[in-house]
């Protein structure tokens, strides 16, 4: 099948945790209300990204910079949770060199990987730190029930399958086509699973709104 599908279905799985989050807004925290502008943010990327394609554009400067907005986007979410100045010095390093590498380094008009790469590190340790406090803890007797879980899932599954297929793509990218265009098919796949993370995680946060409302 034309990876090109592959790409659209990807685009459009941010459809659904966007319904739900609209039908839902009321029930909101500050946290998924962070969330939910990301995904708006992320589904106007794939659609620039598109058009600029089609057009014989180099997309790669709005990629590169939503990469950068979406781990800033993620870490005010999982910060806004959790509270914790302690967590602030990675994200502003990594901030940092993401910027310096998008000017100076590796530049926009190309995958700028290291960013990608130190973007995934810093959200799979976060996402670590805070499953394990939550395992820890155990605020709820249902823990499957807790919306941060699927949040956390959604960013693990995504990051670290994302870490391994970015490294693996300099890998290959000389040497093999086919390869290179299985891995961002895959890539697209990881983002669909991701938004179902976070769709179920919305519902999640929806039930236990009302709930307790």
């Known amino acids: 099948m034309d990876p090109i599908y592959f790409a659209h279905f990807s685009s459009l799985s941010v459809l659904i945790p966007l319904a739900l989050g609209a039908m839902y807004w009321k029930c909101l ?3 998924f209300i962070v969330l939910f502008i990301l995904l708006i943010v992320g ?5 620039a990204s598109f058009i600029f394609t089609i057009n014989g554009i180099n997309s790669w400067p ?3 910079i939503y990469f950068i907005v979406q ?3 993620l870490f005010g979410f999982i910060y806004l949770e ?3 100045g302690n967590w602030k010095f990675p994200f502003v390093l990594l901030l940092c060199l993401s910027v310096y590498n998008y000017f100076l380094i590796q530049t926009p008009f190309i995958f700028n990987s290291y960013t990608a790469y130190g973007g995934a590190l ?4 976060y996402s670590l730190i805070y499953l394990y406090d939550l395992f820890r803890d155990l605020p709820v007797e249902r823990i ?3 919306p941060m879980l699927w949040v956390i899932f959604g960013f693990l599954f995504y990051y670290g399958g994302t870490l391994f297929l970015f490294l693996a793509n300099n890998i290959v990218l000389e040497s093999n086509l086919e390869s290179h265009r299985a891995i961002w098919v895959l890539h697209n796949i990881l983002n669909v699973m991701k938004n ?5 995680a919305l519902w999640k946060q929806y039930k236990r709104t009302t709930s307790h409302g």
């Open 122 to 125: 810093v959200m799979i340790f």
């Open 144 to 146: 499957q029930d807790m």
């Open 43 to 47: 589904g106007l990327t794939d659609i």
């Open 29 to 31: 925290s500050k946290p």
């Open 82 to 84: 959790r509270k914790s």
């Open 71 to 73: 781990f800033t986007f």
């Open 196 to 200: 179902v993370f976070l769709s179920i």
């Open 62 to 64: 709005i990629v590169n």
